[in-house]
């Protein structure tokens, strides 16, 4: 028994938190105990005072009333709760378990865990929703909103300054603030003078699929996490940081994240592991990656992309990380076509998911220098150093939350891009843009200040540190420029030299000196890349009529392609890899899962790939393996060629 | 600024058949890949300068500049030389252009 005094000092303390709580105004949760038995009336005040524990106290302040919580019959069986005015209905079923404790260690299949923590969870929720709905706004708030509304009724949607851009017709506190809805997921439709998506593309790895309903059930389904999930900081770390500004708080137990960040690696080097860490702290800028229009219908626009100037292992970061190029990332919004062609029609109506590829640099520049003879422009992005960091992790989350649709139209590469830079920097020069050009964007990019392309102003300068990756078109034309030179050859151009036959050429390569060899090997190359695209033009007619006619020797090959591009899918989607438990950026626990997993299905791909090597040569006709044969003989003597003017010439040699 | 900034029309009438997923992760660039062994073309001598990938990733780049005598001078060439400058003592007096004929005789 405790004694008297003691007794007397705690009804002290009593009176004095009362009369502070009257003299302050502040949210008070009463129970209606109405036909409640002292255990549950107990039990019930218990969850109540835990909810109010756990509520940031700027809503405690702000939210001044009295809400009522009643434990009610009328409640759909699997409903926890719901709210209206200012009451809080709980489901009836529930309070047995609640009051004799089992409800504690009864688990979910939900995030939360237990039935118990389901039930605070949803005290929570509803007294979210009562907090949005209350347009508790800070003063600054509170004046912006009346100027621009001001501003929309005299001037119209037209005339609005950019940062009034859906600030004009707020509701609530919380769930219609454009950088909430930038980071929920529904952003801005392009060209609508900021009206927003209708669907929620970040679908993948969601603790609740409730809260994809609409941005109100977004707000209070995400507060439960902010509040009750120590791992919300880590796993949402975007909207952990949103919240934590707008409360000017944080709960007292959240975890410490681990700095690097998982990513998926969607290169084509099979052999590679392709789970990476990326680590925002070693990203030195990042660029907007703009590849130029060529011919071909799907490239008119160009393609924009962004890069991570990530520096390598060791390095201060600084400067020099810009030419540590084998750790750099191209962050790339593609359509994931997951069969053999290409359809146009497809790309307008959206068929297609729009995924998040991350792909090492030199691959990218390969791909357009070398393959589409496409040239690239790198202009760094003027971003201040937490916008970089907060970016990057917004990049992750996306990565593996994100799953939308391809419209060539209205959200492509460069819509989606923009809406990645928007959400992930809240940079206000970004809120009133609006392009669908990846020409476009950088083009306001650069007027706005916020890229800098003065780097392009000295192309050898831009050439030399990587601001520019020039195409190799012009390249294999300086190259033959050389050869006419220095072997007379007596071709005009290099689409006629490179008309000839591989036999035809090789007998020049005997005759070259080291600069002419280095030339050659170029042209050359240029000769591979000439009779693989024709060769792939071949297999591809063959394997569209072949497939309607059941050609039998495509059939393996057939099977083999498809089972590479249904492997490869998990790449763009990561979330794949994991079961459903976790949500957002993956954790610890889920790692070993992840490593194992993503292991497994490269090594699977990796298989098919050398699978399809193999086969793929047999498939074509006998006339064209033979020139790409001799076209790789001449290219394996120019080596040696190369390697004994080298040797003979007293060349430099190192161990 | 020499970007081309250039937008040209939208017209679903452009659809040719060589337009095969240019800027998509589609088969043509499987297949292509499937295709190429221009990998097997350096030198089966392995040493600690042909494991250096920035190295085999510079070689198209060393052709160019040694091809041009200097003149054509990319990132990942200067990406390269910085790297055997760091990698080997004998290589830090030695000029780009011996440099870059070492890289192109891999």
């Known amino acids: 028994m405790r004694p008297p ?105 939900r995030p939360h865990g237990t039935v118990r923590r389901e039930m ?35 001037l119209g949607k037209i005339g609005l300054p950019d940062d009034c851009r859906g600030q004009t017709e707020r509701r609530f506190t919380l769930s219609d603030d454009p950088q909430l809805l930038d980071l929920a997921g529904w952003p801005q439709r392009v060209g609508q003078r900021g009206e927003r998506e209708h669907e929620n593309a970040q679908q993948a790895r969601s603790p609740d699929a409730y809260e994809l309903t609409n941005p109100l059930e977004f707000v209070a389904v995400n507060l439960e996490y902010f509040l009750l999930d120590p791992s919300y900081a880590c796993r949402r770390p975007s909207l952990h940081r949103y919240f934590r500004q707008h409360f000017d708080w944080q709960p007292a137990d959240i975890d410490t994240c681990k700095g690097a960040l998982p990513i998926l690696n969607a290169g084509h080097d099979f052999a590679r592991t392709p789970l990476i860490e990326l680590d925002p702290e070693r990203v030195y800028a990042v660029d907007y990656l703009f590849a130029e229009a060529n011919d071909a219908w799907v490239s008119r626009w160009g393609h924009s992309m962004l890069r991570l100037v990530i520096c390598a292992p060791g390095r201060v970061r600084g400067p020099d990380c810009r030419l540590d190029l084998d750790h750099h990332l191209v962050l790339s919004f593609r359509a994931f076509v997951g069969d053999v062609q290409l359809s146009s029609w497809d790309g307008l109506t959206g068929v297609y998911p729009s995924r998040l590829f991350v792909l090492p640099l030199g691959q990218v520049i390969d791909e357009y220098t070398k393959v589409e003879l496409r040239s690239l422009a790198s202009i760094p992005l003027k971003l201040e150093r937490d916008e970089i960091e907060k970016l990057v992790t917004r990049s992750a989350e996306m990565h593996w939350s994100y799953d939308g649709d391809y419209y060539f139209l209205s959200n492509n590469c460069a819509v989606e891009t923009l809406k990645l830079l928007r959400s992930g920097t809240a940079r206000q020069e970004l809120v009133a843009l609006d392009s669908i050009l990846p020409s476009g964007l950088l083009e306001i990019l650069i007027n706005r200040g916020l890229a800098d392309a003065s780097v392009l102003d000295d192309p050898r300068e831009a050439l030399r540190l990587g601001y520019r990756f020039d195409s190799y078109r012009d ?37 070259a000196d080291l600069r002419s060899s280095a030339a050659l090997l170029l042209v050359e190359q240029a000769a591979l890349r000439r009779h693989l695209l024709l060769a792939q033009e071949e297999l591809k007619n063959r394997y569209l009529s072949g497939r309607q006619q059941g050609d039998q020797s495509l059939a393996k090959a057939d099977e083999t392609l498809q089972g590479i591009l249904a492997n490869s899918g998990y790449l763009s989607q990561p979330a794949q890899l994991l079961d459903g438990k976790g949500y957002g ?3 610890a626990s889920e790692w070993q899962r992840l490593e194992s997993e993503s292991s497994q299905r490269q090594a699977r791909l990796s298989q098919l790939t050398d699978t399809l090597n193999a086969e793929v040569r047999q498939l074509l006709g006998k006339e064209r393996r033979l020139e790409l044969e001799s076209v790789e003989a001449n290219l394996a003597q120019i080596g040696e060629h190369l390697r004994y003017l080298h040797k003979k010439g007293g060349g430099l040699q190192l161990p | 600024m020499n970007l081309k900034l250039i937008a040209l029309p939208f017209a679903l009438t452009l659809v040719a058949s060589g337009a095969q997923a240019q800027t998509l992760v589609a088969t043509s660039n499987i297949v292509v890949n499937a295709l190429d062994r221009s990998i097997n073309f350096t030198s089966d001598v392995t040493s600690r300068i042909s494991d250096m990938k920035v190295v085999s990733e510079a070689r198209d780049e060393a052709a160019g500049f040694v091809a041009s005598g200097g003149d054509i001078r990319g990132a990942r060439l200067e990406a390269a030389l910085g790297s055997l400058r760091s990698e080997f003592p004998e290589a830090q007096q030695a000029s780009d252009l011996a440099l870059a004929e070492v890289i192109l005789a891999q």
């Open chain 1, 5 to 109: 005094r003691a007794r007397w000092l705690a009804a002290v303390c009593i009176a004095l938190t009362s009369f502070a709580s009257l003299s302050q105004a502040a949210l008070r949760l009463t129970l209606d105990d109405h036909g409640l038995q002292p255990a549950e009336r107990m039990a019930s005040q218990q969850l109540l005072n835990e909810a109010l524990a756990a509520l940031p106290p700027q809503v405690i302040q702000r939210l001044d009333r009295d809400v009522q919580v009643r434990w009610h019959d009328g409640l759909t069986h699997d409903v926890y709760g719901s709210a209206g005015g200012n009451r809080v209905l709980l489901n009836r079923r529930l309070l047995p378990a609640l009051t004799d404790g089992s409800a504690a260690t009864q688990e979910t299949k």
């Open chain 1, 120 to 154: 605070l969870a949803t005290l929570i929720h509803e007294i979210a929703h009562l907090y949005d709905r209350a347009r508790l706004w800070s003063t600054d708030t509170h004046r912006q909103l009346g100027f621009c509304s001001q501003r929309a009724s005299s």
């Open chain 1, 475 to 511: 390249r294999y034309q300086a190259m033959f420029a050389v050869l006419r030179e220095r072997l007379g050859l007596p071709q005009i151009d290099v689409e006629a030299w490179l008309e000839l036959s591989a036999e035809a050429r090789r007998p020049w390569i005997e005759k």
């Open chain 1, 585 to 587: 950026l993956p954790q």
